[in-house]
């Protein structure tokens, strides 16, 4: 059996060498930038110090991980990152379909091209500018918003004073910036649904409604199915960029809107410990990884073509 | 705390502050140590110092690294300073930038990577005390320092050696000369004579000068701040002016941690900032400040505004400007352009004092792994302690970056500041003997006048250079530092709710992040440091 599997193995790749060796890169990329750094986890058992590095520093237990919980934040910070990401990936995706479905609908090609590249547009600019585009709009004493309220007589907001303000704004400023990133995908996708299913239907009298209820979301929901998985796979990992450049030090919204990697980053921004850093980041993966497990587990007893692995 | 602990809370106030040193311009006679190397320098040949037993037959290249930018002029400089080394000891040296902007990033990666290096600016600002508990530094023996930087150890107040100390041990070489600079705030004199606001001579008498901007004056904000370095000074001038002078014992190294004691108190005790013997005197600043907030008198996107109060002042936008001693100086030049006048008033605690810098502020460390530190000390001497060095990598290359007007220094002609491709003090290297240096010639006499009176300002602090050792404490001391960001900043702000109430939560997280536990340890380790420095 073993051997069968071994001269498969060899087999397999001498066949198709040529595809093989196309991977080739992508392999060596994932192999430095993904699998090796992943033995520097040792760190976050370990005192580190320079002269040791990484591999000879002595071991420390789970000290590292102490700094995490003994914050009285573990919790809350968990918390906040796993219901930002639900919601974010929630409508992330919703919007994504729906804007590709949209796109897909839309007969005339110069709209459709340049609808797009607006909605892309955001993709390309980063968190820095974005904050500075908050700010600009909605500071308190001279932001577009307050000075138009003000003209006409209101009373203005004070924006960075207010957690609530931010539950909504941050998921909306979330699905700006990759809704136009994610209606790519999907719409690739929906490109490649077999036109003669759409022919079909006309002629059986479907309506544009019926069309996209009955034959596009079912055909999307593998690609659905796999995009959500992947981003389930990062659901601990908080958009630090955004948390950060958008909230900075804010201690007035931070109870809303702390998430893991802003509370690391400024608990150890002071003491530059690398040890502590990982323990963070180790805590991090392990719950992805668990999470990950239970939903693919989840869709396979469901669906089990679609499930990842 | 005062600052944040963001690096670049520091970053920038050294920068601005280092645009003009302390002390210039005596002129010290070039003692016999500048022939420590040489046997004879009539003769012109150079001849290495047999009798010291320093082996310089071997030519040696040394790397280190400076924070800043890279300046246009640097390349001319080094070239010009490795000609100059190359012919005294045999050595050349290549310099790098960690920009300010990378510093908290890359400072402790810089170390920790396999990169060839030999020294490294530091200071208790930055991450002098955390890098030396990693194992970064070399360890530095006084007799090291005697052989190798006899000029250095000449022109060190012995002070400085003790103030360096980590557990006993030296991990850098600190400069001879520390800054001399109190804290300032700048106001609009014209203004306040167009409202007839009575006089402004100290802290306490602003509010009715900013009460009249608020009124008067709609596209002002009477107090703006940035989110990264003057956002605590509106609370602690406040602090200061009516009470005592607390600092936060980690406020130059790692932020905030609640443990605050009096500048001016000689034995230094320990309070939390919730203990009864200090919290009225925050509550009645923080009471202020609320107030303050509440009225419009500061701006109320402090935490998300980068620009800083000296910057909005400078454009009209504001009318304060927070800064010290140091970096009042481009006041003066910038707004004699704009046609105003302004008054300069120290920020000082009740009694008039503000904490001196220490030593430890500028200096370098030579980093464990470099082959050569013996040639580094050298080199490094030479360009802290010997004139021509010194005067080279502070204001460039003569005839090209400055001249030398009536014993003072000045742009050539066709050069502006703008244009001038090495602009003084930005080139980094803050630990040379500043002494030696000789002065600007744009200084006016309102800012001469500054510098004296901070002279007499500024007062010893028991913990200048206090540098505590966390190796032990760094659950806690990470975790306070989070709890001071959260609770304590908008309380400096006023944007609180309700300051009593602000106070206790923040009592309350200091104490379940493990402030006991820290505390414990300070005292333990200042108790310490203490005896050090009278020994």
Known sequence: MKSRINGGFFSEIYKNKVLYLMFLPVALYFIIFAYVPMGGIILAFKEFNIRGGILFSPWNGIENFRFFFASGKAWQVTKNTLEYN???LACYTFFSILTAIMISEISNKWFKKIAQSFMFLPYFISWVVVAAFIYNFFNYDYGLVNTLIKNVGGQPIDIYAEPANWVILLPVLYVWKWVGFGSVLYLAAIMGIDQECYEAATIDGANMFQKITKITLPLLRPTIIVLVLMGVGRILRGEFDMFYNIIGNNGILMDATDIIDTLVFRSLMGTQDFGMASAAGFYQSVLCFVIILIVNGVVRKVDNENALF | MRKKKSLCAYAIPIILSLLILSGCGEEVPNTDIATFYKDSEASGTFQYNTKAGIDMSAKVKITGYLIGERLPGMNDVLEK????????????????????GDLQSKYALVLASGEDLDWIFTGNWAYYGQEAAKGAFLEIKQDMVRKY???????????????????GKLFMIPTSTPDIKVNEVAI????????????????????PYLEAIKKNEPDMIPISVDSAIDITRPFFYQLAATSKSYFDLFFATSGGSGIVSDTDDPE???????????????????????????????NKNAFSNKVR????????????????TVDMQNIFNKVNEQGWKVKIIPGLSKKGTYPQDSHINNGFAIVSKSKNPERTMMAMDLIMEEPEYNQLVYYGIEGKNYVIKNGKIALPDGVTSETNTFPPDLAGFWFVNKNLLKCPENWNDEYIQLREAAKKQI?????????????????????????????FNPINLGMIKDVDEAFDVFD???????????????????DEYKKELMK
């Open chain 2, 459 to 487: 007062a010893p602090y028991a913990y200048s250079a206090f540098v505590p050792d966390i190796s032990n404490i760094k659950t806690e001391v990470s975790n306070l530092n989070q709890v001071v960001v959260q609770y």
């Open chain 1, 86 to 88: 639900v919601v974010f």
């Open chain 2, 81 to 100: 300073l490795n000609e100059k080394l190359l012919n005294d000891i045999n050595t050349t040296m290549e310099i790098n930038y960690i920009r300010w």
């Open chain 2, 268 to 298: 230094g005790k320990l309070f939390k900032i919730t203990d009864p013997e200090v919290i009225n005197d925050y509550k009645n600043a923080a009471y202020k400040i609320k107030d303050w907030y509440d009225k419009g008198y500061i």
């Open chain 2, 508 to 526: 309350e997280r200091l104490t379940s992040a493990g402030f006991d536990k820290v505390m414990e340890e300070m005292k333990h380790q200042t």
């Open chain 2, 309 to 324: 109060s000296m910057d909005s002042f400078l454009s009209g936008k504001s009318s304060i400007a927070y800064g010290n």
């Open chain 2, 149 to 167: 930087m006899p000029r250095h150890y000449k022109a060190t107040n012995p002070q400085a050696w003790k103030e360096g100390l980590i557990g």
């Open chain 2, 188 to 207: 609009r004199e014209d203004l306040r004579q167009k409202y007839n606001v009575p006089e402004v001579n100290k802290w306490l008498d602003i509010e």
